[in-house]
Nanobody, 114 residues
Framework: QVQLVESGGGLVQAGGSLRLSCAASGYIFSRFTMKWYRQAPGKQRDWVATITSAGSTAYGDSVKGRFTISRDNAKNTVYLQMNSLKPEDTAVYYC????????WGQGTQVTVSS
């Protein structure tokens, strides 16, 4: 079955960096678009970034220029490099696959202190 396992979150000061990873299994990873979402306490889950099977990328306005999404098809893993972090980036971060839209991982908590 399809599984998504996020990791790499933590506590960081404003201006710092983190690299999130999402290991996917149960389908042919390389063929499908991957996305990152985030959900802050009391708020809806918001789209952060997308990477297609061809490697094209797109970003939400709030993270453009600070975050970079990438993928390693040999490792079935998608990454989110987060630089210049701000307190408003604090959220649980989730990856998502176009292959199985109903499937979500457990997420990884990112906390940015001011």
């Amino acid at each position: 079955q399809v599984q998504l396992v996020e990791s790499g979150g933590g506590l960081v000061q404003a201006g710092g960096s983190l690299r999130l990873s999402c290991a996917a299994s149960g389908y042919i990873f390389s063929r499908f678009t991957m996305k990152w979402y985030r959900q802050a306490p009391g708020k809806q889950r918001d789209w952060v970034a997308t990477i297609t099977s061809a490697g094209s990328t797109a970003y939400g306005d709030s993270v453009k220029g600070r975050f970079t999404i990438s993928r390693d098809n040999a490792k079935n893993t998608v990454y989110l490099q987060m630089n210049s972090l701000k307190p408003e980036d604090t959220a649980v971060y989730y990856c998502h696959t176009e292959y199985s839209p109903a499937i979500w991982g457990q997420g990884t908590q990112v906390t940015v202190s001011s």
